[in-house]
């Protein structure tokens, strides 16, 4: 694929970004380079190659997905500015 300088003008464009006129030419040819190797990766016969997120197999730890209150509730209220029976209190923002 032939990148002309019109072509990069649009690229650049919808990149929203500034590109001397000078520059349009050499921005062509790599381009042109990028592209070519992009297209390279397309003959790598990949039949039977599982998908991968890691080149290393790693699990997640997981944890029982179970709602609690943390059980801590006297440390989360001491973040608090103002508290009150158990709860945060705020300014009032409806009159």
């Not at 998908?51 to 509730?73: A, I, K, N, Y």
Request: proline share 4%; net charge negative; with cysteine.
């Amino acid at each position: 694929m032939s990148l002309d300088r019109e072509t990069v003008r649009r690229i650049a464009y919808l990149a929203r970004i500034r590109v001397d006129e000078d520059r349009l030419d050499k921005i062509a040819g790599e381009l042109d380079g990028i592209l070519d190797w992009v297209e390279q990766l397309s003959e790598v016969d990949t039949d039977g190659v599982e998908p991968m997120t890691s080149v290393t197999e790693l699990t997640s730890p997981h944890r029982v997905d179970v709602v609690t209150d943390g059980q801590c509730p006297d440390k989360v209220l001491a973040n608090g500015f103002d508290t009150f029976d158990g709860f945060f209190t705020v300014p009032k923002v409806v009159e």
